[in-house]
């Protein structure tokens, strides 16, 4: 097993921004309350553009993923943030990280169990998934 690494841009429809920003900050609270395998998760906003969103996270493996993308939850919140995007802007990246800065990448197949510390928002949303 290999750690993975997702990065997504998205844009928030006119005047959608500010609930899109809402529903993104509610997706890491499962993973603060004891969802395993995750290492990193970010959400960022453009600085040039207030609707534009960078979603970043990184996960121990893929079965750690698929943990969290499944379920009911994570299908709701889905449903509710993709009329709220503009499907135009979306782009995914799917990853292996090779050198980072800020936490260690060695024991890649290990689940480190719960979150230590609070962790920014992001999807999981993957092109092979939308």
């Known amino acids: ?20 920003l809402e529903l993104l900050l509610t997706n890491p ?3 603060e309350e004891g969802e395993r395998g995750n290492i990193v998760f970010a959400v960022h906003r453009s600085t040039e553009d207030p609707s534009e969103f960078w979603l970043y996270e990184t996960w121990t493996h893929e079965a750690a993923v ?11 919140y889905k449903d509710a943030l993709r009329p709220l995007i503009d499907p135009d802007s ?6 292996v990280p090779v050198k980072v800065l800020g936490y260690e990448l060695s024991g890649r197949g290990a689940d480190p169990g719960p979150t230590r510390r609070p962790r920014a928002p ?8 939308s």
């Open 1 to 20: 097993m290999t750690t993975v690494t997702y990065f997504v841009r998205m844009r928030a429809r006119e005047g959608q921004a500010d609930r899109v």
């Open 66 to 76: 698929e943990a969290h993308e499944g379920g009911e939850a994570f299908r709701r």
């Open 29 to 31: 609270r499962r993973i």
């Open 90 to 95: 979306l782009v995914f990246g799917n990853t």
């Open 122 to 129: 992001g999807t999981g949303w993957r092109s092979r998934r």
